[in-house]
């Protein structure tokens, strides 16, 4: 019999005692949380909720010991902790929430953070995506991080030149697919090993915009890095929906491809003939092959189309007319590598993955433009930190595609 895992309770009863300590010993006695959670975007307007800080923080803290003594007894049972640690999250999020605006006039504006949390997420997913197709086929994919930046740069350079944003959004996944193609000839036909492959090509990248910054945008930068803004677009009815319509549905066409490629690839990988050759050539390319599947040919497709969707997710970075800057992708491209990791290389559970971790990056930007007592350091860290937990605490036991990394004689 298996040995008891209490890895997980164990997290979550140093987090409640944490945050216990932290909302006893910090929020003032008597002080108000004002969650405002409807704006002028909204038909239907909304009263902020006002709500004791102390008291509901202490509320939501006893909760999460309840969530905490109940994974020790199912763990304890060996039973299955389920989507405990999940609520868990949840009840500690309004928590900190709660404590972070304590006393704040202006409180948390709810439909900004859903807002800011979409823009942030859009390059995750795409990465993410980029992740999930290559890995399903049996190639690791390093370098998403170069293919955004490389997109953010194309894109950035055509839409500046032509004044035509959508111009921009086709260049960018051209200009991600090229990565793709050195890492696929590389880790394919030349067998090198996968992952130096991948570092190198972010490390190619990253010079080579630099260097193109620096002597070609900056030269000229009215004519080639000061790109017209991607326009929104409201979906009638459905951006009239009170907090999350104005999130979801009032955005740029880059959200709305986001949607219909996640459910599209969700659908073609578990439910085509072609998702099951490549989820056939991922696992074990030697059957594979014996059945007629052309291992090598999927693995090439596979790993320009994903390369091609991370571009795409490049141009997410200068679509609200901002200009390029040497390192704009800021390690994103790891972080989608997580989200596709968290997500358990499925679409939709990357898509969720990367909205956890584009939260944590608008909470980081929210809280401190609204002058929140948690320090900016702790707050520049949220992304990184809600990465390192998710990966190490909420995962748990993972399988990768078993052919990952092995080339394909």
């Known amino acids: 019999m298996a040995p008891i895992s209490w890895r997980t309770p164990i997290i979550l009863g140093v987090v409640s005692i944490i945050g216990l300590l932290a909302f006893v010993l910090f929020t003032p006695p008597g002080s108000i949380s004002r969650i405002v959670v409807s704006n002028s975007a909204t038909t239907l307007q909304i009263d902020p909720l006002h709500l004791p800080s102390q008291g509901s923080a202490l509320f939501l803290v006893v909760v999460a010991f309840g969530l905490t003594g109940l994974a020790f007894w199912a763990t304890l049972n060996r039973r299955k902790l389920g989507a405990i640690p999940i609520v868990f999250g949840i009840v500690m999020l309004f928590a900190f929430l709660i404590w972070a605006v304590a006393g704040n006039t202006g409180g948390l504006p709810l439909p900004l953070l859903l807002s800011t949390t979409i823009t942030a997420a859009v390059p995750l997913v795409f990465g993410a995506l980029a992740g999930v197709l290559c890995e399903r086929s049996g190639i690791i994919n390093i370098a998403i991080e170069g293919q955004l930046l490389a997109g953010a740069f194309l894109a950035v350079v055509v839409s500046s030149a032509t004044r035509n944003p959508y111009l921009g959004l086709i260049a960018a996944p051209i200009a991600g697919a090229l990565v793709g193609l050195l890492l696929a000839v590389f880790s394919i036909k030349y067998r090198v090993d996968q992952i130096i492959v991948g570092v190198v090509l972010n ?33 009638p009815l459905l951006s009239e929906i009170p907090v999350l319509g104005p999130a979801l549905f009032n955005q740029t066409v880059i959200v709305y491809v986001m949607y219909v490629v996640v459910a599209v690839l969700q659908v073609m990988l578990f439910r085509s003939r072609w998702g099951l050759r490549v989820r056939a050539v991922g696992e074990h390319p030697k059957a594979a092959d014996t059945v007629g599947i052309k291992v090598n040919r999927t693995r090439y497709r596979n790993v320009v189309l994903g390369s091609a969707i991370a571009g795409f997710g490049g141009a997410a970075f200068v679509s609200a007319a901002l200009p390029f800057t040497k390192e704009v992708s800021a390690g994103r491209g790891y972080i989608a590598l997580a989200a596709m990791i968290l997500g358990r290389w499925s679409p939709t559970g990357a898509l969720a993955a990367a909205l956890l971790f584009g939260f944590a990056d608008s909470l980081n930007r929210v809280l401190g433009n ?40």
């Open 370 to 409: 609204i002058g929140s007592p948690v320090p900016y350091e702790l707050l520049a860290m949220l992304p990184y930190l809600a990465t390192i937990f998710a990966v190490a605490g909420l995962v748990g036991r993972i399988r990768p595609p078993a052919a990952e990394g092995k080339p394909y004689p």
């Open 203 to 235: 490390v190619l990248v990253l010079g080579l915009t630099n260097y193109l910054f620096s002597t070609v945008l900056t030269q000229n930068p009215q004519g080639l890095n000061n790109p017209p803004r991607t326009p929104a677009f409201a979906i």
